[in-house]
């Protein structure tokens, strides 16, 4: 033991105390050096958060440390593996693509651990685009909702609306008018369509087929002329609204939805002309980033991907909406689900969704395009001028807000990435207590590591443009 006198003293004679010898703690930066010896912007953060935000790191962690990893190498549901990987890992390298890459279609960052030209590990970090939508949208009004949901997936904006209106027509108990409903039909069908070409545009683009930018956009420029004659706007329409739609079609409505169909139709053909039988679009897409029917369940794919994979789901027949079930159309289903059959899907479905416009525009039922329920619809401008009455109800309906019951409800649509779904829960009122979003990119950004590990680099760009991920609808 040691002694009192021979504990060290300062220069007054005093007994020294050694800090030092305290038990050291250590801090966050240091905990999360430790974990990925670097350092990590963000540190500041306290426990518990500070384990929920280190994607800053610029490594992964060891195969055996990381929890996700048999999820980042796209074996956790089936190992289709073709190749081995060598152990060692001082041949192995990490680079960032994204979130500033034009191939990764937004702001989509994704963290590939390369064996040489071979990609083993994936790991897709999102965030970057959140606008917390589905916060903002407690501080809205029934009536505002439409103009927040609809920025979501901006290439599908009246997807998004269908959605939040029929949730909230279904907590109401509101049956909208056959003219809204077969107008919903057709503008969801026209936007689907639009999203469609361009992601033909993109795909075919990123694969090396550059003049299929320039078509791709060529045809969708008729269908966003003919969303802006009926709305007024290009994109984020605030169109389809709890109680039917906004306006009614334009007048000639009929003749450019003719003309649409002709230009879409005759681009279709040039596409396929360009693609199918091109050598390199094949070895590009055939036997590229495939996802099995098991993996499309357990990540929650659907859409395009899913039907691609040979699954028959399709929510216009499972779960039928606005009497879209009385207009006769196909469901396309893949074989392989690798790039080239959600290539034949997506087009096929574009020629389905023109057969159901067209049939919507032969029987388009004559009457209201919106509900005549008083508590959710305002009164026509004219009568704004006459009636004191009817000014008094427009003023308290866009101040006070349409007034909903207690319940929740949940409500999807067939979107052009698959299924979109709408949960709210209302506690009375004119604004929802809790909103939720089911957004289909979600699923398909969450299955990239199935689609892209085991393959080549080239090939990561074929399979992220092929799941057609939209980043405001993953983040929100």
Not at 150 to 168: I, K, Q
Not at 314 to 338: A, M, T, W
Not at 389 to 418: D, M, N, W
Not at 450 to 467: I, K, R, W
Request: with cysteine; aromatic share 6%.
């Amino acid at each position: 033991m040691t002694d009192a006198t021979d504990r060290p003293t300062d220069v007054n004679g005093d007994e020294h105390v050694d800090e030092t010898s305290e038990t050291i703690v250590k801090t966050v930066e240091e905990t999360r050096r430790d974990a990925h010896d670097i350092w990590v912007s963000g540190t500041e953060e306290r426990y518990p958060f500070a384990g929920s935000t280190d994607e800053g790191a610029q490594e992964m962690l060891p195969e055996g440390d990381d929890p996700a990893a048999s999820i980042q190498q796209g074996v956790s549901v089936d190992d289709d593996y073709t190749s081995e990987p060598r152990n060692d890992s001082e041949e192995r390298q990490i680079i960032n693509m994204g979130p500033q890459h034009p191939s990764t279609h937004g702001v989509l960052r994704l963290h590939l651990e390369l064996e040489g030209e071979t990609v083993r590990r994936v790991k897709p970090i999102i965030g970057y685009l959140h606008t917390g939508m589905e916060k903002t949208a407690e501080t809205l009004t029934y009536a505002q909702g439409s103009t927040n949901v609809t920025r979501m997936d901006y290439l599908a904006p009246f997807h998004n609306e269908l959605a939040f209106s029929l949730t909230v027509e279904q907590l109401l108990g509101l049956e909208v008018p056959d003219r809204a409903s077969a107008i919903r039909v057709l503008m969801t069908e026209l936007n689907r369509v639009s999203s469609h070409l361009l992601w033909a545009a993109t795909q075919g683009m990123d694969i090396g087929a550059l003049s299929m930018m320039i078509y791709g956009w060529r045809e969708r420029e008729v269908c966003l002329d003919f969303f802006e004659k009926t709305t007024g706007l290009r994109m984020n329409h605030n169109y389809i609204r709890p109680g039917g739609v906004a306006a009614d079609l334009p007048d000639g409505w009929e003749d450019d939805v003719a003309d649409l169909i002709v230009a879409v139709s005759g681009g279709l053909d040039e596409y396929e002309e360009l693609l199918n039988e091109n050598p390199i679009f094949l070895d590009r897409t055939m036997g590229v980033g495939v996802i099995t029917p098991q993996e499309c369940k357990q990540f929650g794919v659907t859409g395009p991907m899913a039907r691609a994979s040979g699954i028959p789901w399709d929510l216009r027949k499972s779960n039928p909406y606005c009497g879209i079930e009385q207009y006769e159309f196909d469901v396309p289903l893949g074989l392989h689900g690798d790039v080239h059959d959600r290539y034949t899907v997506r087009m096929a479905e574009m020629r389905e969704s023109l057969k159901i416009v067209e049939q919507v525009t032969a029987s388009m039922p004559r009457g209201d395009y919106r509900s005549e329920d008083r508590k959710v619809t305002p009164p026509p401008r004219k009568r704004i001028d006459e009636s004191m009455e009817a000014l008094i109800h427009h003023f308290k309906l866009f101040t006070e807000g349409i007034k909903v019951p207690e319940g929740t409800a949940y409500q999807s649509v067939e979107g052009p990435r698959g299924e979109v779904g709408c949960v709210i829960v209302s506690k009375g009122g004119a604004k929802p207590w809790r909103m939720h979003w089911r957004a289909p990119s979600f699923a398909a950004v969450q299955a990239l590591p199935v689609m892209m590990t085991d393959s080549l680099v080239a090939d990561v760009v074929a399979s992220l443009a092929s799941a057609d991920p939209v980043l405001g609808d993953v983040d929100r």
